[in-house]
């Protein structure tokens, strides 16, 4: 078997095992909450921690999605033959950081690069909602001093 097709292999393995992952996750949300039965605490309690539970699932389903949608390309890359050469700017992706995660594209400077971007475009976004509640609070002020007005007038 030539290194293409053992790597192309490694790679089908790890979609399959991904997809069969998130198979058995999407079961357990589907079987999960059972809706309370009795309004007593010991229900809500149960009903709070599967909550808390089905949380912990999605968001490991996401990483998963994503951990597969990584492998569709780290496949074509390699159907290709550009394998383990990163996508953004074009270097070979050191062979320690394909062992650790064999569906990367990219290598570690331009995923932190993007990560860093993803970060600023939350952090932008988390900056504009902190005005927008601010301005929010301005205008329940500005009530508050119309609401002042009108009690001095009626005095
Ligand atoms: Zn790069």
Redesign the pocket.
């Known amino acids: 078997m030539s290194e293409k097709d053992e790597k192309l292999k490694e790679l089908a393995q790890l979609r399959e095992k991904a997809m069969s992952e998130i198979a058995r996750l999407r079961e357990e949300l589907q079987t999960e909450v059972e809706p309370a039965l009795s309004a007593d605490d010991d229900a809500a309690a149960d009903m709070a921690a599967d909550i808390y539970e089905r949380g912990k699932i999605i968001s490991l389903i996401n990483n998963l999605e994503t951990k597969l949608h990584s492998l569709d390309r780290a496949i074509s890359m390699a159907e290709q033959g550009t394998y383990g050469i990163?996508e953004?700017?074009g270097?070979q992706i050191p062979e320690e950081r394909l062992k650790i995660m064999p569906e990367t594209t990219?290598?570690v400077?331009?995923a932190s690069e993007m990560e860093r971007g993803i970060r600023r475009v939350s952090l932008l976004s988390l900056a504009r909602e902190a005005r927008e509640q601010r301005s929010y609070a301005s205008e329940d002020e500005d009530n508050e001093d119309y609401q002042q007005d009108t009690d001095d007038l009626e005095d």
């Open positions: 990163c953004k700017c270097v990219h290598c400077r331009c």
